[in-house]
């Protein structure tokens, strides 16, 4: 099983209706892919983990690196791993409209950074917090 997580900033505002309709298109895209993953969203900046066959993972990645909706895309985590964070969710989602939102201290203060001061330790924190508080 083969993930990947990237950190991103939409080059525009992104309404919630739009956002929805993005969403539903990558769950129904990752369930026939057998996919999973997790969507956070605050404001302009999103995290995004995508886990499972390698090919597959990599053909979705390369659609988002092309998406002109995305900009100062940061390689997070790439890794095999024997099993997946969300082995349930063909896309998790959260969107956080302020850091209030969130229930771990340590997700708050890491999200509270500029994005290129996150070290890639600090990203597994959020994930386990994410799955663990949510």
Aim: hydrophobic share 35%; with cysteine.
């Amino acid at each position: 099983m083969y993930r990947i997580m990237y950190m991103s900033t939409a080059t525009r505002n992104i309404l919630d209706d739009e956002l929805e309709e993005i969403l539903e298109k990558a769950r129904i895209n990752n369930h026939e892919k057998e996919l999973t993953g997790l969507l956070i969203v605050k404001g302009r900046t999103f995290l995004q983990c995508l886990e499972g066959e390698k090919h597959n993972v990599l053909e979705v990645y390369n659609k988002i690196l092309k998406d002109d909706r995305h900009e100062n895309i940061i390689d997070l985590v790439d890794e095999n791993d024997a099993t997946r964070l969300f082995p349930n969710w063909d896309m998790g989602y959260k969107n956080l409209k302020s850091l209030n939102d969130i229930k771990s201290e340590k997700i708050r203060e890491i999200l509270s950074v500029d994005q290129l001061d996150i070290k890639k330790d600090e990203i597994a924190e959020i994930i386990e917090d994410f799955v663990s508080f949510n």
